[in-house]
């Protein structure tokens, strides 16, 4: 549901929803289901302060924008409830961009047969 237009509108309200809180996107993938960022997080904040930001604002306006979304979602929830987080300490940061920046989707597989 991320791609297209909505992928693009997500990447957006991210970006936006960042640079209002004081949180430096150095990279980001947009999947089919999923997000990955390398996102610097001020010390003020806290990791799941952050993430409430970043999915809470863009689940609000991509389903007030995108009536795809809404009908497909309605009454339940754009993001899964848990996150995934793990610090730069050990790995640099130019790994963490190449290992996010190589996130792309599988490509669908047409003769995958059920027998």
Known sequence: MLGGDVGNRCRELLRETAQA???VVHAGSIN???VHMLV???PNLSVSRAVQHLK???SHKLLSEFGI???RYWGQ???ARGYR???????TDEMWVEYI???TPPEPDDNYNVT
């Open 32 to 34: 089919r289901d999923h």
């Open 40 to 42: 610097l997080i001020p």
């Open 56 to 58: 809470g604002r863009s």
């Open 21 to 23: 809180h004081e949180m």
């Open 77 to 79: 929830h754009l993001w």
């Open 101 to 103: 920046t190589n996130q």
């Open 85 to 91: 987080v793990a610090t730069s300490g050990n790995v």
């Open 69 to 71: 979304l809404r009908k």
